[in-house]
């Protein structure tokens, strides 16, 4: 009975932080998540194989960077 050796990698919890990270920026500080959520996609994409994950989290973070920074300002100004 030979019993296979099950190798821990951390994609699983990195696709999760970076799926949270990629919505963030409306909650918190666009500038720090928005580019968190960038790098994170840069990783995903390079360096496990995710499919198009990787790549959509990158939009993500940009997109949602953007977003957040006119979301701010927009409830900013209704203060």
Known sequence: M???IKRKDGKHILLTISWIAA???YLFSPIAFGPFA???G???KRD???GNQGKVIMVLGVVNTIGGIIFTGWVASKL
């Open 48 to 50: 496990y194989e995710v």
């Open 2 to 4: 030979e019993e296979a």
């Open 23 to 25: 919505f963030l920026p």
């Open 42 to 44: 840069l990783v995903l």
């Open 38 to 40: 960038f790098l994170l």
